[in-house]
């Protein structure tokens, strides 16, 4: 791979009706959590993209934000109480996931593997960027498959091109998520709903949403995206536990 730096949270992209207002701030922001898009570490030696300057808050959003961040702390205090016991599943996937189901908040959607590619700044530092999963979830390639024991990382838009993620504010604690590779289902309960401030984030906020999408040693499923629904300035993060596997043997009705 070249000297770029790998991409870390990935970046969101901001409704056609808001460009003129927010371009310059979503220049000077380029981050991290695959949201929208959001962005995942190496699997084997992840590297961290330095985080661009935040932009100085509008006093009307610095207060919004405020609210957001303590609304944040609330759901991170209430989510870290009671954590599931983490498991293991007994099989592993042979290929990345194919599918996704949400079926609280009615989400069935298919997934596509995510890479990066890697662009020059003005400074003239290398850094690299998340692609993008237009109408699907987005499974980041150097996250792992199913049953490797480790973190399988989806990503995907909140507000444009499909919006599959929309609605990820709507899960709660011990609901069902489900995985499928070939015949295979994998199934998730999940644990964790976090809002994380991003556009607007220190280094060391941007590094803590990072670690989100890095390598576990437990096994787990994270999603992320974008939030609030109507902007970009959070991210929003699923973290759901393994249950158990099932396999549908060939020929079975």
Known sequence: MSSAQLPTLPACATPAARLPVLL??????ALLLAG????????????????????PAAPAEESQIAAAAADVERAQIAAEAALLPSGAFAVQAAVPPQRLELPSIGLNTSIIELGWTSKKLSSG??????AEADDAAGWHINSQRPGF???????????IKGAVFREL????????ALLYVDNQTFEYVVDKVLIVPEKFASDEQRQKNFAYIDETDDERLTL???????????RIIVIARPVRSVTVEEGAS
């Open 149 to 159: 024991g480790g973190n399988v990382v989806l990503s995907g838009h909140n507000n």
């Open 169 to 176: 504010d709507l899960l709660k604690r011990g609901d069902p």
């Open 24 to 29: 310059s701030l979503l220049l000077i922001a």
């Open 36 to 55: 929208c898009g959001a962005g995942k570490s190496a699997e084997a030696a992840a590297v961290d993209a330095p985080a661009a300057a935040a932009a």
């Open 125 to 130: 530092e290398l850094v690299s960027e998340w």
């Open 224 to 234: 992320v995206s974008c939030w609030p629904r109507d902007d970009n300035t959070h």
